[in-house]
């Protein structure tokens, strides 16, 4: 009956054991979550950004285009009428 009283006890200290290890784990890998989950919302931000500024260039470079040709066309009809 002693026997069997050691062995539960040692049983349930290995149990105790196992579950600090793994509650130990839990935390770190919760931390490691939160962190990754902080990152990825700033570099979400980030990428709006980077995104809202890009829609700007695309409609100035048009317009930039648009005026060089303009200017283009100018110059050709000049040296014509010259």
Known sequence: MVVLAMQLKESGLVMSQSI?????ILDSTEKAVEHSLASTGHANTRAMQVYSQSMKTPCFTW??????????MMVVLLIHIT
């Open 20 to 24: 600090q290890n793994t509650r130990k």
């Open 63 to 72: 317009l930039l285009m648009f005026a060089m040709t303009c200017i283009f």
